[in-house]
């Protein structure tokens, strides 16, 4: 019996200056365990006059894992942080009751021909945790464990799997996990992983099931514990999961919460520039991102 639940196939969509991919969520599947929302940006090739610059904009409820694998992004929040993320590193922004950050690229690349590529997760926070003070946290790429095994090379990003545990500073259970591959391996991880659990297809191709899936796909898996595929050579994935949370959780734009009441507050708060809520961010306060509007 199959134990690939749902495939989901990226769906692209132009913002600003790069192509961005939305792979969560998804209309038959909100989240992942906690897992709430997954982007993969680029591959973007920019030239001089190209650069990202997505202005200060508020999240609540959430915390933002920021991973590339090519290019820089600053990154600049309310809570003073002023920190460039490099490929490898991550950057874990926990919102709570309120956060606001931009990105943007760094001033000694925006005169110059760059490529932006990586991967932008939320997380959503368990009920308790939802009003909690933000923070922020920078762990570079040599603090993450990286190991071989069954012939294939392992990253736990976050969380903890394997008998290990990511510095990443995660407020409930979680993994989100890198492999790769430069020959053709069989991956056997199930007893390691637990609740929910879904792989994203970076580059290359598995076999599972008796089929194969491309890139840009993600296998949204019936049990994880029965997680078994074979990799195929130069071939790259993300496997993410974790124990669920009891209640449904709602988006609205940056916004993630258990209570759409405290979501319309944020709306609210955000519209008015509300700094008891909202701060602005240092060095940035000159630019925000306007709600948007629905739709009429």
Request: some cysteine; glycine content about 8%; overall charge negative.
């Amino acid at each position: 019996m199959s134990n690939t639940e749902l495939i989901i196939k990226e769906r692209a969509a132009n913002i600003g200056n790069f192509l961005v991919g939305r792979l969560l969520p998804f209309r038959q599947k909100r989240t992942v365990g906690p897992f709430a929302f997954i982007d993969h940006m680029g591959p973007a090739d920019m030239n001089e006059d190209e650069n990202l610059d997505v202005g200060p904009h508020p999240h609540i409820g959430l915390s933002t894992l920021t991973y590339l694998f090519e290019g820089s992004i600053m990154h600049k929040d309310s809570l003073g942080s002023d920190m460039e993320i490099k490929p490898g590193a991550v950057n874990w922004m926990t919102a709570g009751r309120g956060v606001v950050h931009s990105e943007r690229t760094p001033n000694y690349l925006r005169n110059k021909k760059k490529t932006l590529h990586g991967l932008q997760i939320w997380v959503a926070l368990p009920k308790e945790l939802e009003q909690m003070e933000p923070s922020f946290s920078h762990i570079e790429e040599h603090e993450i464990p990286a190991w071989d095994e069954q012939g294939a090379h392992f990253k736990l990003i976050a969380g903890k799997a394997f008998g290990k545990t990511s510095p990443v500073p995660v407020h409930s259970d979680l993994y989100f996990i890198e492999i790769k591959t430069t020959d053709k391996k069989q991956i056997a991880i199930g007893k390691d992983l637990y609740g929910e659990s879904a792989l994203y297809i970076l580059e290359g191709s598995i076999n599972a099931d008796g089929y194969n899936y491309g890139s840009k796909q993600i296998l949204v898996a019936k049990d994880s514990t029965l997680c078994t595929f074979e990799m195929e050579e130069n071939t790259t994935v993300y496997i993410f999961g974790g124990t669920p949370f009891e209640e449904e959780r709602f988006i609205y734009w940056n916004f993630v919460n258990s209570d759409k009441a405290v979501i319309e507050k944020a709306k609210t708060n955000w519209e008015h520039q509300n700094l008891d809520a909202f701060p602005k961010v240092p060095g940035d306060e000159n630019d925000y991102v306007p709600l948007p509007q629905p739709k009429l």
